[in-house]
């Protein structure tokens, strides 16, 4: 079984691949570049979009068992 965290941040999707104190390590799922940019992520890869986000700031938290 594999555990993927899924949230939502400023109104956006996310995975979530790290935790650290406060924050999370998140990764922008919903494949517009331009709103990616405007949440201030950095490109990871080609169209993989991440960044920290407080943890206050993030809702919809989620465990899918896959």
Known sequence: VYVR????WRGAPFIVLAEAND????????GRAPVAQQLGLEEFDFGV??????????????????
């Open 5 to 8: 965290t899924t949230c939502t």
């Open 49 to 66: 979009y991440q960044g920290w986000a407080p943890a206050r700031e993030v809702s919809d938290l989620y465990e899918q068992r896959i």
């Open 23 to 30: 924050w999370l390590r998140v990764e922008y799922t919903g």
